[in-house]
């Protein structure tokens, strides 16, 4: 099955099927995804050893365990972003629990640029709706998935909640235009817990050596707005979506450590919803 194919019959079936028996379902094609242990799993396992005490990454079965729990909240998120175009404002305001809201708006209503730093956990879809419908609305960036017929669903996905969407490539250059953005007192927000660039900068994320972009330190020194990590994390019913204290301004390097270390924090408190699947550690990317 075409992989765009497969993701339009998600949506559909998704949106058809009763709210609740949604989460079941998703639970049972995660621990099936889960039990194949296939190469994703192992990755997401490698990574959560990072977020826990030694004595519990040790241990082979509060591991499986845990990445069981990690794949239900990955597929969690993507059930959710299935349906997501279907919610009303109040659906969104119900199923979202913010904390420092005042720092967004505050921002916001003093024409001052933010810049928001995510990593991939919880529902950062979600957390974009909900900014839109709090009547702030967002740039981020898109990698331009293949084929073009997937990007151009994601996009249109993205934009009917009310974001814009920059492609990361095959568009208008990405830095001017999300400088501009800022600069007229916008919201922009990037996922920054992995590099998919050359050109990343060698943090301490969980106590480990990993390379995040230099792109929410450098939109930020350049424009004077805000760098503000974002996290989100599920509690049974709801998204809980913490903005964190803005990164004090300083070097590109320094700035990036503030937000690794806000993510590390919100990743150790809730490594379930922590959503990697792939390479992010520099020991890990290096052998390949």
Not at 197 to 213: F, T, W
Not at 264 to 284: E, G, N, T, Y
Request: hydrophobic fraction near 45%; include cysteine.
């Amino acid at each position: 099955m075409r992989t765009d194919w497969a993701y339009r019959l998600g949506w559909t079936v998704a949106c058809r099927v009763p709210e609740a028996a949604v989460r079941p379902a998703l639970d049972a094609v995660a621990d099936q995804i889960w039990r194949r242990r296939g190469k994703g799993v192992r990755r997401l396992e490698s990574n959560l050893a990072h977020a826990v005490a030694p004595s519990i990454a040790a241990d082979e079965r509060a591991m499986r365990e845990l990445s069981r729990r990690a794949m239900r909240s990955y597929l969690r998120y993507w059930g959710e972003v299935f349906r997501l175009s279907r919610w009303t404002r109040d659906d969104i305001f119900t199923g979202v629990e913010v904390e420092n809201f005042h720092l967004l708006r505050d921002a916001h209503g003093a024409g001052r640029g933010v810049v928001g730093a995510l990593p991939h956990m919880g529902n950062w879809e979600l957390a974009g709706a909900w900014s839109c419908a709090m009547g702030i609305p967002l740039t981020a960036v898109a990698e331009r998935l293949q084929p073009e017929s997937l990007y151009q669903d994601f996009v249109d996905f993205r934009e009917s909640l009310g974001m814009e969407i920059v492609p990361i490539n095959g568009g208008p250059p990405v830095v001017p235009l999300l400088a501009d953005r800022l600069d007229a007192g916008g919201f922009v927000c990037l996922l920054a817990d992995r590099d998919l660039s050359r050109n990343g900068i060698e943090v301490q994320l969980l106590g480990a050596p990993a390379r995040v972009p230099q792109g929410p330190a450098l939109l930020a020194r350049r424009t004077g707005s805000l760098l503000i990590p974002i996290t989100s994390t599920y509690d049974d019913g709801l998204m809980r979506l913490r903005l964190h204290d803005p990164v004090p301004e300083a070097d590109v390097s320094t700035m990036m450590q503030g937000v690794a270390d806000a993510f590390s924090a919100a990743i150790q408190a809730r490594p379930v919803d922590w959503h990697m699947l792939q390479r992010v550690f520099a020991a890990d990317v290096e052998r390949r």
